[in-house]
Nanobody, 124 residues
Framework: VQLQASGGGLVQAGGSLRLACAAS??????YGWFRQAPGKAREFVAA????????RYGDSVAGRFSISRDVANKMVYLQLGSLKPEDTAVYYC????????????????????WGQGTLVTVSS
């Protein structure tokens, strides 16, 4: 099973980007996005249950980012808005077959599959 993250790039502060996550040949019950800035630990960004019933966001992105899924195309998206230079990081898509409870959605060790990451650079 492979996860493919795409959509990263260079954007000015205040701009927006949409990241996409695709799993080869299947869907999972929970998807998450994490990011890692240079010299920093990996940080939870957002997560969604495939049913769409639950979404969770990290404190630093709540109100600016939005996670969604496209059932027909088996894709998960992360819409990044009102971007700041501190949002610069490699963004990783992750997934698990489990329907994670709220408290587990932000924990990276509960995800079984990880994509290769896509770089988002926000210039000031």
């Amino acid at each position: 099973v492979q996860l493919q993250a795409s959509g990263g790039g260079l954007v000015q502060a205040g701009g927006s980007l949409r990241l996409a996550c695709a799993a080869s040949g299947r869907t999972f019950n929970t998807y998450g996005w994490f990011r890692q800035a240079p010299g920093k630990a990996r940080e939870f960004v957002a997560a969604i249950r495939w049913s769409g019933s639950t979404r969770r966001y990290g404190d630093s992105v709540a109100g600016r980012f939005s996670i969604s899924r496209d059932v027909a195309n088996k894709m998960v998206y992360l819409q990044l808005g009102s971007l700041k230079p501190e949002d610069t990081a490699v963004y990783y898509c992750a997934a698990t077959s489990g329907s994670l409870i709220w408290s587990s959605m932000a924990q990276e060790n509960t995800y079984d599959y990880w994509g290769q990451g896509t770089l988002v650079t926000v210039s000031s």
